[in-house]
């Protein structure tokens, strides 16, 4: 393992989950860069099919007709605390920059090394009898280039990568508030997510109409609130549509008090429970002359 310590500039991925748009490019630009490409010292070539070292995990909120769905690209983390690091013996090394690379000659045959990865990062290479994962693009980096290819493809720079300090990184994360997948394994990764919430927390979705004379209309700007013991814990306001998402709620079987505001006047108050993502009925508000 290289030493390295907290001045030493590393390398970083931040990836803002409201910027994906699903289009894939990150996964092929991986697959463009290592199916068939051999690059000794940093990875042996990819299989063309499965074995994602860069893939788009998904996450559907709510039900028809308003339902959030929510891509996470997901892919080795290169983790500072790294069990795969441990459980390699040699076969696996923390770079000085803070990239992480399974050895394609020291780690042959080394099946053990796809489950010591909690994040089911490693994949196992059948033809190479090889545990492979997705490596910074280390090789292009030790040339110069200024990010990853799945960076440089993502046209919406949902991707970023970032080489600077721990200190640098943790501002960074406080400043926006990235958080990383399973804090709790201690692994501490190098991936960043920003909005990691809209995938892993639930939406309550619905929408407001109103009843005139017979004739129903969508309702733009009523504020719909969410409150749990009293505390307000979500908040949005309808669209032209008359439609509205409360975002960010806790993934937790939870009641909570909705309450629809029309032009400053309390017009519904309704007690839910929430045992996942769920999208209600429409909220109709009768208008009387
Ligand atoms: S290239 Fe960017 S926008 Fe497209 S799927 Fe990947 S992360 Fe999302
Ligand atoms: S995500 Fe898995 S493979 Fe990557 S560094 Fe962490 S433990 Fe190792």
Known sequence: MTTANAT????????????????????LAVKDE???NDFPGYAAPQPLHGQPWLELKRAEHGQAPIVDIVHLPA???????APCVKAGQGAVKKRADGIVIIDPQAARGRRDLVDACPYGA??????????????FDAHLLDQGW??????QACPTEAIRAVKVSDAEMAELAADQGLE????ELGTRPRVHYRNLKRFTHWVLAGSVVTLRDGVEECVEGAEVTLSHDG???ARAVTDAFGEYRLRDLPAENTDYEAQVVLEEQISMIQRVRLP????MGSVTIIIQK
């Open 75 to 81: 892919m080795c983390n290169h983790c500072d605390d």
């Open 122 to 135: 490693v994949r196992w290479n059948e033809e190479l009898q090889l545990p492979q994962h997705w490596i």
């Open 8 to 27: 030493t500039p590393k390398w970083n991925l931040i990836i803002d989950l409201d910027r994906c748009n699903n289009c894939n490019n990150c996964v």
């Open 231 to 233: 505390q307000v814990v």
């Open 180 to 183: 990383v997948l399973s804090p």
């Open 276 to 279: 996942t993502s769920i999208t």
């Open 146 to 151: 200024k990010a990853p290819r799945c960076a």
């Open 34 to 36: 290592h199916v068939g």
